[in-house]
């Protein structure tokens, strides 16, 4: 195996072009975003950005080839992402909720269902929406948990041959829709006669009656992400728009958390790399009236070079993580959930310590360091919470029988 650090010469295109795209169509958006007072016109703001992404190819590009998509390896995938999350991880988050939903259709849907759930994140237009519907008001950390527990307590019972879905839904992106009529495709994780299970519903089996969007979630960060909470009421599905077989619900949908907790780590790179940005100029042209820039003050050094050395090691590990689980690596799910657990908790660290090196200017909202700490406290609770799920499965990784610590590292 050749292990190598430098980018191609196709890397650094793509580089370069996420990049370019973050600056033309995120950038602007970001102040307007953070000081719109209402999250759901919050969130609409961004909808033009994920139309230009569609136009781009950035979407295809996030989608492995064997689909129809252009993703090659997770690494390009990673170095696209950082460059966006730089900019506005609320956007990749919600991209990322396309990506999520997507997953269990590649591993546990038929060639039909496959085609058919992926045609509107192929196409060239338009700005689809796709959401896995997991997470309830009731707390979802045990979702898959048999009884006398309550699990997930949304239910599909067969009525001749459709699903009817009834539950509560919350958290997950993009689950109203642009419109509140529902998004291109909700993977809903339920629980049926034969077990959890999960469903495909498209846009058309929605209607005013089935999907009420209840609430507008209204988040101190990651505003262009929209969060809502949806009641389905009786969502009729064909029968054959089951994902797998009954029952095998929480086997896939483990599978799907396992890229996003790699992909967890990509936001805390590009969010804390803002950060850095920020502090480092700040301590650069600043000298809060003394006579010297404060970056002269030894305290200061020493937190911005700490802060440095973590972006570097949280963005390898993210690379390697993400890689790992796309190629199918079996150290794929150790080293994602070390790098959900490690980055998150991370970037709330570093971007804290920046502030520090600021002072009280940055506990003004209209400086940016606040905004870019609101975003980092969602990074340890969201896609599946550290205490809640991350760590759960750490310990049954390293209480398993025979497990080796070097396996993951390739060392074994």
């Given at each position: 195996m050749t292990i190598g650090f430098t980018l191609t010469d196709e890397?650094?295109?793509?580089?370069?072009?996420?990049?370019?795209?973050?600056?033309?169509?995120?950038a602007p958006l970001v102040e307007q975003v953070?000081?719109?007072?209402?999250?759901y016109q919050a969130a609409l703001l961004v909808r033009p950005a994920h139309e230009a992404?569609?136009?781009?190819?950035?979407?295809?590009?996030?989608?492995?080839?064997?689909?129809?998509?252009?993703?090659t390896t997770g690494v390009d995938a990673a170095i696209a992402t950082e460059e966006l999350a730089t900019v506005m991880p609320d956007f990749v988050a919600s991209i990322g909720g396309v990506m999520l939903a997507l997953t269990p259709v590649y591993f546990g849907g038929d060639p039909e269902q496959t085609a058919r759930f992926l045609a509107p994140f192929l196409a060239d237009e338009g700005a689809p929406q796709a959401v896995m519907a997991l997470s309830e008001p009731a707390g979802t950390a045990n979702f898959a948990a048999p009884p006398p527990a309550e699990?997930?307590?949304?239910?599909?019972?067969?009525?001749?041959?459709?699903?009817v879905i009834t539950g509560e839904k919350q958290w997950s992106a993009n689950l109203g829709g642009w419109d509140g009529t529902g998004p291109d495709l909700m993977v809903v994780v339920c629980r049926t006669p034969g077990g959890v299970s999960l469903i495909g519903v498209e846009h058309k089996h929605f209607t005013p009656e089935n999907l009420i969007v209840l609430e507008t979630l209204d988040m101190p960060?990651?505003?262009?992400?929209?969060?809502?909470?949806?009641?389905?009421?009786?969502?009729?599905?064909?029968?054959?728009?089951?994902?797998?077989?009954?029952?095998?619900?929480?086997?896939?949908?483990?599978?799907?958390?396992?890229?996003?907790?790699?992909?967890?780590?990509?936001?805390?790179?590009?969010?804390?790399?803002?950060?850095?940005?920020v502090a480092y100029r700040f301590a650069t042209e600043q000298t809060r009236g003394g006579g010297v820039p404060i970056i002269q003050h030894r305290p200061v050094a020493d937190v911005l070079s700490d802060a440095k050395g973590k972006i570097e090691a949280v963005r390898l590990l993210s690379w390697k993580a993400l890689?790992?689980?796309?190629?199918?690596?079996?150290?794929?799910?150790?080293?994602?959930?070390?790098?959900?657990v490690y980055s998150?908790?991370?970037?709330?660290?570093?971007?804290?310590?920046?502030?520090?090196?600021?002072?009280?200017?940055?506990?003004?909202?209209?400086?940016?360091?606040?905004?870019?700490?609101?975003?980092?406290?969602?990074?340890?609770?969201?896609?599946?919470?550290?205490?809640?799920?991350?760590?759960?499965?750490?310990?049954?990784?390293?209480?398993?029988?025979?497990?080796?610590?070097?396996?993951?590292?390739?060392?074994?």
């Open positions: 890397q650094i295109t793509l580089k370069n072009k996420a990049r370019a795209f973050a600056a033309h169509h995120l953070r000081h719109t007072t209402d999250p992404a569609v136009e781009a190819g950035l979407i295809k590009a996030m989608i492995p080839q064997i689909f129809g998509g252009t993703m699990g997930i307590q949304t239910t599909a019972v067969l009525d001749e041959d459709e699903w960060g990651l505003r262009g992400h929209l969060t809502q909470r949806v009641q389905l009421a009786g969502v009729r599905v064909p029968k054959n728009n089951l994902i797998g077989q009954e029952g095998q619900g929480a086997q896939l949908t483990y599978a799907a958390f396992t890229a996003s907790a790699a992909a967890v780590g990509l936001l805390a790179t590009g969010t804390m790399r803002a950060a850095f940005d890689d790992a689980v796309t190629s199918g690596d079996p150290a794929g799910l150790e080293l994602a959930l070390h790098t959900k998150s908790e991370t970037a709330v660290d570093v971007i804290n310590k920046l502030i520090q090196v600021v002072g009280v200017t940055a506990y003004n909202t209209d400086f940016p360091l606040i905004g870019h700490l609101l975003n980092a406290l969602a990074y340890p609770v969201f896609e599946g919470g550290n205490i809640g799920v991350r760590r759960r499965q750490l310990k049954d990784i390293l209480s398993t029988q025979g497990w080796d610590p070097l396996a993951a590292s390739g060392l074994a």
